[in-house]
């Protein structure tokens, strides 16, 4: 068969900042530009208020490490546009970093409250101090002044010993989990550098200390922070001073309210989604699936949606499907939210998928959606492909190869802004494909922009679009919600 090779080189995203033009480093356009929303005028944030809850020291601990973020702070690292100093948060996002002793809770040290806590057993100690860190942040949540975040500050031996518990499951259960994971496996494809999987079938095992406290935290409508000694202290295995300051305060700028950077979109406005499944829970033969929906506006903000329960089907394999009936309440769940949050409809959905989408979901997402102009539904895959090319390093990053009619993306690879690659292993391409046409050069520049859609961090490294990068997380919050209706907006899952 011959073979049919076409490379072409994409160019880095380009980003947009609160002054004019645009830049493809989020770091340097916060420097020379501000956030995004500066561009709002009077409805840009001018202070960012932050309330501090947990033990005494580790309060502490925030509270210099916040004071020393108002000022300049080196990364040690002669590499300078990988590693460029924080300049303060006030200088780089135009807005004041507010800490209040009226936004602070600590936790009773005279009672010891939490040191008989982690006495407990396993069970009762996860919830015990779960609800040290809800009530702390109910109760600021209720004040009239309230803080716009709250930093949850978790010692070493909180993370220790509550990070995450074996779930309460009943035999039948755990061998419907174990019987699913081992289906799961058959045949699968480890996913490649920069991807984290969507959720196995194991994480029906555990329960997730940070999982559950965003979720608590959510019933109160607060964004919550979680600050550990590796964010707050300067130790050879943390990263850098400057690089925690710079991906602490990004996050910490967009679940204020903030907007830090947009995408730069030059057509019509546009949804992107990622739909995937998490796992709701067990029943005696097999496992039960929800669909999830990340959403993001070309313009902005995000949200996230549950939809129906998707029970497993074995004729479905390893992977879950939506019918027809549920793809179409889905797409409607997605075109109301998205013209909720922006005022108006979009004229534009691209909807992403690691599964491929089988035919009941193509008529059901384009009966929901059939009075949006432009729909695109696009498989992003996991692949064994591989590129070498001659010389000291892998493939540039944005580089993609058509191969006899395969669209093979390069999420991941070298930088030469950089002048290096900042990753352990040989990168690994996504596979584009569609049921139906699309211009495969346009996908692929979107999926390479939405890896820099992540505001949880200001990293310029990651590999996978922020439609996808989520699932795993949101599904396990969505988990922890029960059958309550959870919060739509991205904030509280990031």
């Known amino acids: 068969m011959p073979l049919d090779l076409e490379i072409t080189q994409l160019g880095s995203p380009a980003l947009e900042f609160g002054g004019p033009g645009h830049f493809t480093d989020q770091k340097t356009g916060l420097i020379q530009a501000g956030p995004f929303d500066l561009r709002f005028g009077a409805a840009h944030r001018s202070q960012v208020r932050v309330g501090l809850v947990g033990p005494s020291d580790m309060v502490q601990k925030a509270q210099q490490w916040y004071s020393r973020c108002q000022g300049t702070i080196t990364s040690g690292n002669d590499n300078l546009a990988q590693y460029p100093p924080f300049y303060g948060f006030k200088s780089i996002f135009h807005s004041a970093l507010v800490l209040d002793d009226r936004w602070i809770v600590e936790f009773s040290e005279s009672k010891q409250e939490l040191t008989k806590a982690l006495e407990m057993k ?4 996860f919830e015990k101090v779960l609800s040290f860190y809800e ?48 289906r799961t496996k058959m045949g699968q494809l480890s996913f490649f550098e920069g991807w984290e999987p969507e959720e196995t079938p194991e994480d029906l095992l555990s329960r997730d200390f940070r999982r559950a406290l965003k ?5 109160h409508r607060m964004p919550i922070q979680i600050g550990r000694d590796h964010l707050f202290v300067d130790s050879p295995n943390n990263q850098d001073p400057a690089t925690r300051a710079w991906n602490m305060s990004v996050a910490l700028y967009y679940k204020a309210g903030g907007i830090p950077w947009r995408l730069k979109v030059d057509g019509p406005q546009t949804c992107y989604v990622g739909v995937s499944f998490h796992h709701m829970k067990t ?19 995000g949200f996230a949606i549950r939809g129906d329960l998707v029970p497993w089907r074995p004729e479905q394999g390893r992977n879950v499907h939506l019918t027809e009936a549920q793809a179409v309440r889905l797409g409607e769940q997605i075109l109301g939210a998205y013209t909720e949050l922006t005022g108006s409809e979009p004229r534009r959905i691209v909807i992403h998928k690691t599964s491929r989408f089988e035919e009941p979901e193509i008529k059901g997402f384009k009966a929901a959606l059939s009075q949006v102009p432009i729909v695109e539904l696009i498989n992003l895959a996991p692949t064994m492909f ?19 009619g395969g669209a093979f ?25 569609s049921p139906g046409p699309i ?9 390479l922009g939405l890896t820099r859609m992540n505001w949880n961090t200001a990293s310029n490294t990651s590999g996978q679009p922020v439609t996808l990068r989520f699932a795993r997380r949101v599904g396990g919050i969505m988990a922890e919600c029960g059958t309550s209706n959870p919060e739509p907006s991205m904030r509280y899952y990031m």
């Open 122 to 125: 396993p069970r009762p100690r």
């Open 135 to 182: 009530r702390a942040t109910e109760r600021l949540s209720k004040m009239q002044n309230r803080p716009d975040v709250i930093v949850c500050c978790v010692p070493e031996n909180v993370a220790r010993t509550c990070w995450s518990i074996s779930q309460d499951l009943s035999p039948a259960q755990r061998r419907a989990v174990k019987k699913e994971s081992e």
């Open 215 to 219: 979720a608590r935290a959510m019933q």
């Open 283 to 301: 029943t005696r033969r097999h496992l039960v699936h929800a669909s999830i929906a990340q959403a993001f506006s070309s313009d902005g903000d």
């Open 386 to 404: 591989r590129l070498v090319q001659y010389g000291a390093y892998p493939p540039q990053r944005g580089t993609l190869c058509m191969v006899n």
């Open 409 to 433: 993306l390069f999420t991941t690879g070298f930088m030469p802004e950089w002048d290096t690659y900042p990753g352990p292993h040989i990168p690994s391409p996504v596979r584009l494909a």
């Open 439 to 447: 211009d495969a050069i346009r996908a692929a520049n979107e999926v």
